[in-house]
């Protein structure tokens, strides 16, 4: 299953009047905050959801993030995270792609 396709699933049970819904903050650097145009939004996924499906999400919401699935690592609540961490309502959440500079 493509991210697009966990997104959808996701976005289906999401929308279901048997599941509860989870708030979490986004916040965006680099190249995710480029395309988005913003620091930070508000998202809601399905109870369940892991901090992957917002990588899914903004990469079916903006494409040209794709080049960066592989490369992002996670953050939640100021922890480096792995992508299959659940996200709990009011998490924090950060996708941090390769950055450079001095």
Do not use: D, G, S
């Given at each position: 299953m493509d991210g697009?396709?966990?997104y959808l699933t996701g976005y289906e049970a999401m929308t279901s009047l048997d599941s509860p819904?989870?708030?979490v903050t986004l916040k965006?650097?680099?190249a995710y905050q480029e395309a988005y145009g913003?620091?930070?939004m508000r998202w809601q996924f399905p109870a369940g959801a892991t901090v992957a499906a917002v990588l899914d999400r903004a990469i079916a919401e903006k494409p040209q993030l794709a080049?960066?699935?592989s490369l992002t690592r996670f953050g939640i609540n100021l922890q480096f995270v792995p992508p299959d961490t659940p996200l709990n309502d009011g998490d924090e959440v950060v996708l941090?792609?390769?950055v450079s500079g001095g």
């Open positions: 697009l396709q966990r819904a989870i708030a965006l650097f680099a913003v620091e930070e080049r960066w699935r941090i792609p390769p």
